[in-house]
């Protein structure tokens, strides 16, 4: 059975910063491009990150230059460094194969930035 647990969240005062990192299966981390995604309160779910598994990226315009997404394949887990954090990335982020699999998601971790 797949599983991703994402752990890392907390709360941060604004320029502050934080490490998520996500543990996923074998089964399927290895061929598989990953995202983290965040859900804000009365928002829709976002990518934010993603990343193939031949470590090519991408980023929401909103976090490029900010949070920078990396995996360890050696130990299944994709991980998201976010600097510079900003109360308007407060939010639960999720991590999730791309495409993205219902049957995935997890119960995310916690961000929360003040001001």
């Known amino acids: 059975q797949v599983q991703l647990v994402e752990s890392g969240g907390g709360s941060v005062q604004a320029g502050g910063s934080l490490r998520l990192s996500c543990a996923a299966s074998g089964s399927i981390f290895s061929i598989n491009a990953m995202g983290w995604h965040r859900q804000a309160p009365g928002k829709q779910r976002e990518l934010v990150a993603a990343?193939?598994?031949?470590?090519?990226?991408i980023y929401a315009d909103s976090v490029k230059g900010r949070f920078t997404i990396s995996r360890d394949n050696a130990k299944n887990t994709v991980s998201l460094q976010m600097n510079s954090l900003k109360p308007e990335d407060t939010a639960v982020y999720y991590c999730?194969?791309?495409?993205?699999?219902?049957?995935?998601w997890g119960q995310g971790t916690q961000v929360t930035v003040s001001s």
């Open positions: 999730n194969t791309m495409p993205t699999v219902s049957e995935y």
């Open positions: 990343i193939s598994s031949g470590g090519s990226t």
